[in-house]
């Protein structure tokens, strides 16, 4: 089901949430998508969860696998100087604003609510983890393997750790692999093919190469206009290739009235309040194939998916799902409804505090059954011109 169509100029990105429920139920009142029940029995054995997925993590260890030859000997390392992942990035983006404990990022200060310490850092590389389970172990799903003209540029915009990027450097050892983000938070030591550059995504996008696949995640939060950065990401893809958009959907959507009356319902309205008060939509991501169409990409495909947070749905593929993701949430809760809520919205650091232990409490107690839908939407830049 297609979102309505995005105004050519600037989208008319609404400040409520147009939901798409899976099984195009009534939007007032969504209904449980496919294979989200809950479960009532808590009692989990999540200990042998890992058995269930061999191939999830055949996978995962596939680009970590020992080399027989254990020197440092291998004409594809080189000289580390070389591919120092922030060679671009001047000495002052490493001088990170700290608040309150956590340290964010210093070009374009202020620009993005995140932190971006280790502690996010592992976050976002749990996070990662979250995708590849969702997605079966693959890193894309856009049609790229064999792409008439082959794989030689690929851009991740929005990197965060750069783990998406490296793992995908190592899987095509053929393409080049740019990654770019506000913060220079990747590793020094990455495949030979993958680079990081400090940029802002939301300038106009100046690269001296067409890129074969344009890819980011996870980037609900991060820009005022989704469907500019998705109109630069067209200009920027050569014809025949892609751009593919991994997302997640804020607030947290409920299946039942579990969710009615409590502090996370009243979260997800202040939330929703506060980033648009800061000029932002987390709502936009069942948008993006409509804006993906308007900006001139063809055969769109758009595919949903559900992380129940915490381990309320039945299945032990949803529980660890859950599990993670409930991991996920706590973790960004404090840093991301502090930021938006004071400097949106005006309110008291009290306040928020109060509120969260509300809402961790609701997370924590598997009675409040929500989950965070997931968006992953590709398309081809059309071969002819527009
Ligand atoms: C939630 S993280 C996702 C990271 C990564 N894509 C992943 O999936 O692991 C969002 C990332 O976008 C970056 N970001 C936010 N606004 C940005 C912008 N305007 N330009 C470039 N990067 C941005 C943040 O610094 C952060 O690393």
Wanted: glycine letters at 8%; proline letters at 6%; aromatic letters at 10%.
């Amino acid at each position: 089901m297609d979102s309505p169509a995005p105004n050519a100029a600037e989208p008319s990105d609404n400040v409520h949430a147009t939901h798409d429920y899976p099984s195009g139920g009534d939007q007032s009142q969504p209904s449980t998508p496919a294979g989200l029940t809950s479960s009532s029995s808590d009692t989990l054995h999540l200990i042998n969860l890992t058995v269930s997925f061999p191939e999830f993590y055949t996978r995962l260890t596939k680009s970590q696998q020992v080399d027989s030859d254990l020197s440092d000997n291998d004409s594809a390392i080189g000289d580390p100087s070389i591919y120092s992942s922030t060679t671009s990035a001047r000495a002052s983006v490493f001088n990170f604003v700290e608040e309150n404990g956590r340290t964010y990022h210093r070009f374009r200060a202020g620009k993005y609510d995140l932190p971006n310490d280790e502690r996010e850092q592992d976050r976002l590389d749990l996070q990662h983890q979250l995708f590849l389970l969702t997605l079966s172990g693959e890193l894309h799903l856009a049609p790229i393997k064999d792409l008439p003209g082959g794989l030689h540029n690929v851009l991740d915009f929005g990197t965060g750790t750069g783990i998406w990027a490296i793992e995908f450097a190592n899987l095509f050892p053929s393409a080049n692999v740019l990654g770019t983000d506000l913060s220079p938070i990747q590793p020094q030591f990455v495949p030979p093919n993958c680079h990081f550059e400090v940029d802002d995504a939301e300038d106009s996008w100046e690269f001296s190469q067409k890129f074969d696949y344009i890819h980011g995640r996870a980037m609900a939060t991060c820009f005022k206009s989704h469907f500019k950065v998705i109109r630069s990401a067209f200009g920027a893809v050569r014809p025949g290739g892609y751009l593919e958009l991994q997302e997640f959907m804020l607030p947290f959507v409920s299946i039942d009235d579990s969710i009615k009356g409590t502090s996370l319902e009243r979260w997800g309205d202040l939330i929703v309040k506060g980033s648009h008060a800061l000029g932002k939509d987390w709502t936009r991501a069942p948008k993006y194939k409509a804006y993906m169409k308007e900006a001139g990409f063809e055969d769109v495909v758009e595919h949903r998916y559900q992380w129940p947070v915490g381990t309320w749905a039945r299945g032990q593929r949803m529980k660890l799902l859950g599990m993670w993701c409930r991991e996920d949430y706590l973790s960004a809760l404090q840093a991301v409804t502090l930021a938006v809520l004071t400097r949106g919205l005006g309110m008291s650091v009290e306040d928020i505090e109060l509120l969260l232990v509300g809402v961790r409490d609701d997370i924590k107690s598997n009675r409040v059954h929500i989950y965070v839908p997931i968006y992953v939407v590709y398309g081809r830049k059309p071969t002819l011109p527009v």
